[in-house]
T-cell receptor
Framework: DTGVSQNPRHKITKRGQNVTFRCDPI?????LYWYRQTLGQGPEFLTY????????KSRLLSDRFSAERPKGSFSTLEIQRTEQGDSAMYLC?????????????????FGAGSRLTVL | GIQVEQSPPDLILQEGANSTLRCNFS?????LQWFHQNPWGQLINLFY???GTKQNGRLSATTVATERYSLLYISSSQTTDSGVYFCAVEPRNTGGFKTIFGAGTRLFVKA
């Protein structure tokens, strides 16, 4: 397994365009997370999936953002009608969790990120 | 929601020096992780340490869950230790498995 893979690594787009990022998690991991990181800040939680179910969304995830994880494998994060404020690094992480009970480790493994620049 | 505060925000060390980074959190946590983000942006998990002490080479970490803080020790620092160190916690008293990050400590090690 090559770890968490994200594509594209860099995306430059004009304001108003739509963009889509893809994340391929570690194959045996059932949880998948999306974070956004702006310059000088820590990663901010956007959403996470357990298998194919999207269990939580941050209020940062406006209606222009949508994330999917069909079949519980890879995930996509789409941003519609991009704005300059969307410029950031979008990070994906995966983990192996046990059910919905808060026990056991939930160690996150991150991908290299997808950097978005909106002109 | 839970607050995660890291200190110091910035740190400059001479190669070979030791340092201690601190993470305070405002509520009980189920998990706590330390990450290093290298200059290319890759986040690497250093420790999973909800309580107790762990060591890995020149790095060690201690979490005192009852007092809601964790410490990351870097000994004999090297230039390759430069980057940003993040503490990340999973709150215990909320549903779900959301992991919340602090703002980080930016470390620069001079040769």
């Amino acid at each position: 397994d090559t770890g968490v893979s994200q594509n594209p690594r860099h995306k430059i787009t004009k304001r108003g365009q739509n963009v889509t990022f893809r994340c391929d998690p570690i194959s045996e991991h059932n949880r998948l997370y999306w974070y956004r990181q702006t310059l000088g800040q820590g990663p901010e939680f956007l959403t996470y999936f357990q298998n194919e179910a999207q269990l939580e969304k941050s209020r940062l995830l406006s209606d222009r953002f949508s994330a999917e994880r069909p079949k519980g494998s890879f995930s996509t994060l789409e941003i519609q009608r991009t704005e300059q404020g969307d410029s950031a690094m979008y990070l994906c992480a995966s983990s192996l969790g046990v059910g919905l009970v808060k026990t056991g480790a939930n160690v996150l493994t991150f991908g290299a990120g997808s950097r978005l620049t909106v002109l | 929601g839970i607050q995660v505060e890291q200190s110091p925000p910035d740190l400059i060390l001479q190669e070979g020096a030791n340092s201690t980074l601190r993470c305070n959190f405002s509520d009980s946590v189920n998990n706590l992780q330390w990450f290093h983000q290298n200059p290319w942006g890759q986040l690497i998990n250093l420790f999973y340490i909800p309580s107790g002490t762990k060591q890995n080479g020149r790095l060690s970490a201690t979490t005192v869950a009852t007092e809601r803080y964790s410490l990351l020790y870097i000994s004999s620092s090297q230039t390759t230790d430069s980057g940003v160190y993040f503490c990340a916690v999973e709150p215990r008293n909320t549903g779900g498995f959301k992991t919340i990050f602090g703002a980080g400590t930016r470390l620069f090690v001079k040769a």
